[in-house]
Every structure is written in C-alpha cells, then in structure tokens.
C-alpha cells in the first residue's frame, strides 16, 4: 500500500515511520509512506503557503496554489484523497480496516486555521477526524491513522491472532492481561489465568470485556 502525507511538518514524522512495528513494515515494503512538504509546491520568493482569511479573524489559512499543487503531483487515478480535520467524520476501528484496504492514501495535514475550503470542494475525496479537540497541525493525525490501518495490513504485526480480541473488532473493549511473575507486590494472577481451561478462561476473559465495556463505553452495548 502507498501513503503519501502531506504536511508543513515532515520531520514530525521521522521517528514514527523508523521504529517498531511500522519501522518493520516500511522496511519489508508493505507500507510505502512518503512524506512531502507543502512548500515545495509554493511558487513565490517566500515560500508563502498560507494568508489572512477574508472577511477577517485570527489566524492564516492555508492557500490554494501549493496544496492543490502538491496533491495534484501525488494523486494516482482512483487513490483516496483524505483531509485530517476535527470537523470531520470521527475515525474509527472499522474506518481503519477499510483504509487499509486501498492501494493508494494521501492524507493532507492542515496548519494554523485550516485549509482554503475551495481545497475540500475540488481535491479532497474524504475528510476525518480523530477526535474531539484540536491539534495544531494535523501532521499527528495523519500518524494516528497510519498506524491505525497499518495494524489491517496482513504481515504488519506478525501474529495475525493479535487482532481478534482487540477493544473495538467485537463492539467490546478489551479484556485484562498479566504476564509474569504471577504475584507482585501482594496482587495475585486471577486463578482462572493459571488453570489452563481454556474455555473457563475464555467465559472469564468475555465477562470482563462485558464488565469493562458497561463502566466505561455503554454507548457500544446500543
Ligand atoms: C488548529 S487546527 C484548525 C482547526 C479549525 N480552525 C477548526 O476549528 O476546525 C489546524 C489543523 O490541525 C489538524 N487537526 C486539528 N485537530 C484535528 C483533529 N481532531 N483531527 C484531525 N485533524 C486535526 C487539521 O489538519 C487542521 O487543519
């Protein structure tokens, strides 16, 4: 799969696309991710990728020119153009699952008070949002979904398996782990973990998820 981020931030990037998992992933090619910086699509002596908005109010907005530029170098016939923004539609485990299944992703990332809306009107297929706040730029975001999807990709965390009890894949938060030693500090293993029964370690292991999922996300059990 091929990723372009576009961003005013690339360095931003640099440790998150080197180390573990995803370091891995780009290493045996199964993520392509490119990195590119919005101004090098800028045209003036400055290097201008932003200006005031009109009708006034704080803040710059990021300009037409570069960014329709940048995406209109990277765009491939039938890749999915997303812009990260938190007044788009809230990303999701089941939106990462199907990102995960395009050939081709570019994700702009946004600055100061956001983007031109004549970008969203003509290049822009897609808009998501990672959550209820704001970042101060969407370079993060764009992170947040990579790594999301990456998880998706067959080969990407080596164990298949891993994914099956994960909080969200069954509407339900995850179980407790323990690893050892099976005491610390006074606080015991449930015995059930150590019995090697699996089918009451899987009633427990689903109890929980239940237990957990009502206190905190009761709003999943709808
Ligand atoms: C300061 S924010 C702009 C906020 C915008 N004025 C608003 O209120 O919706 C700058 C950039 O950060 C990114 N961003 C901030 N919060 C985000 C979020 N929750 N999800 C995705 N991107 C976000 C976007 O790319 C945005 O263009």
Redesign the pocket.
């Known amino acids: 799969m091929r990723i372009d981020v576009l961003t005013l931030f690339p360095r931003m990037l640099d440790g998150f696309l080197s180390e573990s998992m995803l370091g891995r992933a780009c290493e045996a090619k199964l993520l392509e991710i490119t990195v590119r910086n919005v101004r090098d699509w800028a045209t003036d002596k400055h290097r201008t990728t932003d200006d005031r908005p009109f009708g006034g109010g704080a ?1 710059m907005v ?1 300009k037409c020119e570069p960014v329709v530029a940048a995406i209109e170098a990277v765009q491939t016939p039938g890749c999915r153009r997303i ?6 539609v809230p ?1 999701t485990s089941a939106k990462a699952e199907e990102l995960s299944k395009q050939q081709h992703l570019v994700l ?8 031109d809306q004549r970008i969203r009107d003509t290049v822009i297929d897609e808009e ?11 370079t993060l ?1 764009a992170a947040v979904l990579i790594d999301a999807l990456a998880r998706f990709i067959p080969g990407v965390l080596g164990e298949e398996k891993s994914l099956t009890h994960e909080s969200f894949t069954s509407k339900l938060l995850d179980f407790p782990q323990y690893t050892r030693p099976a005491e610390y500090r006074g606080m015991s293993v449930p015995e059930v973990l150590l019995s090697g029964n699996h089918t009451e370690i899987d009633k427990w292991r689903t109890a929980q998820q239940e237990e957990k999922t009502r206190q905190v996300r009761p709003d999943l059990l709808k």
């Open positions: 803040g990021m812009y990260l923004t938190p007044d788009g990303f702009l990332s946004g600055h100061y008070e956001g983007i998501i949002s990672i959550g209820d706040y704001v970042l101060t730029n969407g975001a």
